[in-house]
């Protein structure tokens, strides 16, 4: 099993610029989420997917969008980058999404830098 | 804003020390606790579940205080591989479903 993958590894961006990150889990998890970390500020919660077809937001929404494309992929798109995105960005999962009970996978991560 | 304290470090310890690290929450309804580990430039990986009764893996132990609303993790024997940062993570109950609360993590490097 791969686990959690996310493409791309790295992305360079100009401010205004769109793009999707791509993750996919191959646990037949049910909740996917997205996260961004920043220095000195720990991980943060953008979007979460408890399951197949329902999103919501977490923390830090603002700036992006996601969809739930089936139970294995969940992708985060930036519609209009700026600078304050750049981050990196991790998606995980973890099997019942049921309120933090269990552990989440993370994949390896996308280094996101917008100039 | 529910919050994870934790000592940033670093921790510089040589081979073979016991180092502790704590870890203080402020959601006083949180149920479950975990100690995550992250390599450089790596994803945070779990490294242990924290229970009430406290619980050992190895050189790994965690317990859980939850009057005074803290965590601990005790290393023994450090080994250079577990050189990493530390990342005290909580269930922000009465939150977001699936929402955890992540610390900053702490900072451990071990020396020859």
């Known amino acids: 099993n791969a686990g959690v993958t996310q493409t791309p590894k790295f992305q360079v961006l100009k401010t205004g610029q769109s793009m999707t990150l791509q993750c996919a889990q191959d646990?037949?998890?049910?909740?996917m989420y997205w996260y961004r970390q920043d220095p000195g500020m720990g991980l943060r919660l953008i979007y979460y997917?408890?399951?197949?077809?329902?999103?919501d937001k977490g923390e830090v929404p603002n700036g992006y969008n996601v969809s739930r494309l089936n139970k294995r992929e969940f992708s985060l798109r930036l519609e209009s980058a700026a600078p304050s995105q750049t981050s990196v960005y991790f998606c995980?999962?973890?099997?019942?999404?049921?309120?933090?009970?269990?552990?989440?996978?993370f994949g390896p991560g996308t280094r996101l830098l917008v100039l | 804003r529910k919050e994870v304290e934790q000592d940033p470090g670093p921790f510089n310890v040589p081979e073979g020390a016991t180092v502790a690290f704590n870890c203080t929450y402020s959601?006083?309804?949180?149920?479950?606790f975990f100690w995550y580990r992250q390599d450089c430039r790596k994803e945070p990986k779990l490294l242990m579940s924290?229970?009430?009764s406290g619980n050992e893996d190895g050189r790994f132990t965690a317990q859980l205080n939850r009057a005074s609303q803290y965590i601990s993790l005790l290393i023994r024997d450090s080994k250079l591989s577990d050189s990493a940062t530390y990342l005290c993570?909580?269930?922000?109950?009465?939150?977001?479903?699936?929402?955890?609360?992540f610390g900053k993590g702490t900072k451990l490097s071990v020396k020859p």
């Open positions: 924290v229970y009430s």
């Open positions: 995980a999962s973890s099997e019942l999404g049921g309120g933090g009970q269990e552990t989440q996978y």
């Open positions: 993570v909580v269930n922000n109950y009465g939150g977001s479903q699936g929402n955890l609360i």
């Open positions: 997917s408890a399951s197949e077809g329902t999103t």
């Open positions: 959601n006083s309804a949180s149920q479950s």
């Open positions: 646990m037949n998890h049910n909740s």
